[in-house]
């Protein structure tokens, strides 16, 4: 290399050393081109789609690790000083660290679209599939964290500095555990929470909760926190600890199926199968009912009043609630229609009384 550049008549060394860095530069960008191509070469069409989130993944990455690894190796060959030297080998091994760090995270998140592709969440009956996604969510956040502290380890045991106080921090390791472990104990318990929920699963993400007065869906399983998206679009952020110290109501823990209720309130003499009729024949000409549960009883009567229960299943909580809905206004409607005698009221029995007599 030393003899190619004195054959062209480049003698400074860092003119030497910056043309050297830009082929390195596009050596790695070649050889990343070639790794795809190649990849698309030997795999069939059908099997081209993982190829695909691959580059995806890999998308804006130049594999900074191969032209850094050869800038390395060459850079002893130039005729630079021992001090620029050795801190040019400390920044391309700094930027090796760097680079094989961001590779293994990127290579992490492309297992996670595999098997998210594998496991669709999108269809009905999705139980199996959010059970293995939230432990997937969860378990590559641990490996992420566990992979950038490796490589900011190994980057900072490249200073001398931090090196020769490697055996002081080994020896108090015990002492500073513990300060560590009493002044972060709610975090290491939220951590232990989190580990216990992804393989517990008594929540999984997409299920719906009733959760703080609130119902909606498990939008978020982090390290140390929870975020469910209420119905209403708002987003209610609870410590991960919640889920496993307090009582809540997970409405999808088996099944995304759920049964929804609508209470009618009337007077005694509606006729009850008029009624049921209806309610039957409402529930026939929507698509929202799964057609697995309906019932119509009467669950309680009063002095004023008669309560009414109509039971209908659905296939999910949102749809549940949207048959309630239309459940309640069509009942309401046909009684106000065909028996609208038979709504609540108040009666009011006056009887005149004779004169008083002496």
Not at 90 to 108: N, Q
Not at 147 to 157: C, E, H, N, P, T
Request: contains cysteine.
């Amino acid at each position: 290399m030393i003899e190619y550049f004195d054959s062209i008549g480049v003698e400074q060394p860092f003119i030497r050393l910056s043309i050297f860095a830009f082929f390195s530069f596009i050596i790695g960008v070649v050889i990343r081109y070639a790794f795809f191509k190649t990849l698309f070469v030997l795999n069939k069409k059908d099997d081209r789609e993982l190829i695909r989130i691959l580059e995806h993944r890999f998308r804006g990455s130049v594999f900074l690790f191969i032209p850094m690894l050869i800038m390395h190796n060459l850079i002893p060959n130039f005729e630079l000083s021992n001090n620029l030297s050795e801190w040019l080998l400390l920044i391309t091994e700094s930027l090796i660290i760097a680079s094989f760090t961001i590779v293994a995270v990127r290579l992490v998140y492309f297992l996670q679209d595999v098997l998210n592709r594998k496991y669709n969440v999108t269809q009905t009956d999705n139980l199996k599939q959010r059970q293995v996604i939230t432990q997937v969510i969860f378990i590559r956040k641990i490996v992420i964290f566990l992979i950038v502290m490796i490589g900011l380890s190994l980057f900072l045991l490249q200073f001398d500095g931090v090196r020769k106080y490697g055996a002081t921090f080994l020896t108090s390791a015990g002492v500073a555990g513990i300060i560590i472990g009493l002044a972060a104990q709610k975090t290491i318990g939220n951590l232990l929470a989190g580990i216990q929920i992804a393989f517990t699963q008594p929540i999984k993400i997409g299920d719906a909760v009733f959760v703080e007065k609130e119902w909606g869906w498990i939008e978020e399983i982090n390290l140390t926190y929870v975020v469910v998206k209420i119905w209403d679009q708002r987003r209610l952020v609870l410590p991960i600890t919640y889920f496993t110290e307090q009582t809540f109501q997970n409405w999808t823990r088996n099944s995304a199926d759920i049964i929804g209720s609508v209470f009618l309130f009337t007077d005694y003499t509606v006729p009850i199968d008029a009624l049921r009729k209806e309610f039957e024949s409402i529930l026939a000409t929507t698509d929202l009912w799964n057609k697995n549960a309906q019932v119509l009883q009467v669950t309680d009567c009063t002095e004023k009043t008669m309560q009414i229960r109509l039971l209908m299943s659905a296939k999910d909580s949102p749809t549940a609630w949207d048959l309630r809905c239309l459940i309640r206004e069509k009942m309401l409607v046909f009684i106000q229609q065909n028996y609208p005698d038979a709504l609540p009221k108040t009666r009011l029995e006056m009887h005149q009384l004779g004169d008083d007599k002496d």
